[in-house]
């Protein structure tokens, strides 16, 4: 499942894990399915189930968003409300409990203090600066299980996970085109190439990252507002940060100041900076949405993840193709992608890819990499 799918438990015999019953295996995918309910953002989404001696439910908890309670505490909070007691209990949850201060106090340290037992955790957490939970837990005595429905606790980590082990925001590049790789006709319109159901779709990704990027190019020629809609059309509650790369400035009449996320302006042609901009204010998945010469600065500098590639059956014969020059000169070159899932959208399809660059590394960025020029 890729990166930017929502996680789903789909009921079915439950896999044999060395050290965990069959209870405390439907605990974690019911721990799995509250993981779901939270937002998108800078902290992973985390479920906890809380279990008795017995195997019955002491409470339920996940984690709501930045400055609220962890899945843990929460499911803490829901057992107390229950008049449920929690000493000696099982605590399962879908992300190893933290072992830091920040907004809030260790997770690790609530657990203890309420007396839990046992913990069992889907996936270790990779953050250097809240990982150490499962070794503190040890120490005092509780005994914790890791890798408990390992994968499926990566894939309800989503994009968080890759941006957090490597250290900048989850690349998804998003492109739509005809079935001759276009995305505008000879004249420059676009406006639909994809279907509705297509650009429906679009926007419920745009629902999950962090920012949205395109280049100055785009941003002046195309006005678009970059924003995530509804089925209804109307806005998101939580939206995207609106980021254009480049050095021109966005005019003061477009949609790009209206009604949506923050204006981010990036005034480099450099993918990595813009990233490393990005990662400092905590974004941990951003989608490029920029045109051909956005597209090809991402790829040819490795720094695509993913490529959501939506596709229309149109034939335009001319236009702008779906990623300017690249470099690559010899098919031998060719950067080839690895479809992880292709998904009909009413007349259109979706292939979801991830990009697999040739031995020695990302060909190197044609003169032309400057997303200034982008039309």
Known sequence: MSATTSATCVPGPDPVVPGAAPQELAAMRRALELAARGPYGPNPRVGCVLLAPDGTTLGEGWHRGAGTPHAEVAALADARERGAQVRGAT?????????????TGPCSVALLDAGVARVLVAVADPNPVAAGGADRLRAAGVDVVTGVLGE????????????????????????????DGRVAAADGTSRWITSDVARRHAHALRQQV????????TALLDDP???????????VEQQPLRVVVGSRDVPPGARLRGPG??????????????LAVLHEREV???LVEGGPTLAAAF???????????????VLLGAGAGAVGDLGITTISQALRLV????????PDVLVIATPQHPPGGPAAPAPRTSTEEES
Not at 155 to 172: C, D, S
Not at 212 to 217: A, H, L
Not at 261 to 274: F, K, N, S
Not at 299 to 313: I, Q
């Open 91 to 103: 605590a399962v949850v879908t992300l190893e409990p933290c072992d830091h201060t920040g907004r």
């Open 152 to 179: 499926q606790g990566v894939e309800a980590l989503g994009a968080w996970l890759p941006a957090v082990r490597g250290g900048r925001p989850f690349v998804t590049l998003k492109i739509a085109t005809s079935l």
């Open 210 to 217: 962090g920012a949205i990027v395109v280049g100055t190019g």
């Open 225 to 235: 507002s970059l924003t995530a809609r509804a089925v209804d059309g109307s806005l």
């Open 261 to 274: 996320g923050e204006l981010v302006q990036v005034r480099t042609h450099d993918p990595a900076r813009v």
């Open 284 to 286: 941990r998945h951003v």
């Open 299 to 313: 790829l040819a500098a490795g720094l695509v993840d993913e490529v959501h590639a939506y596709v229309a059956p």
């Open 339 to 346: 479809p992880n899932q292709v998904l009909p959208l009413g």
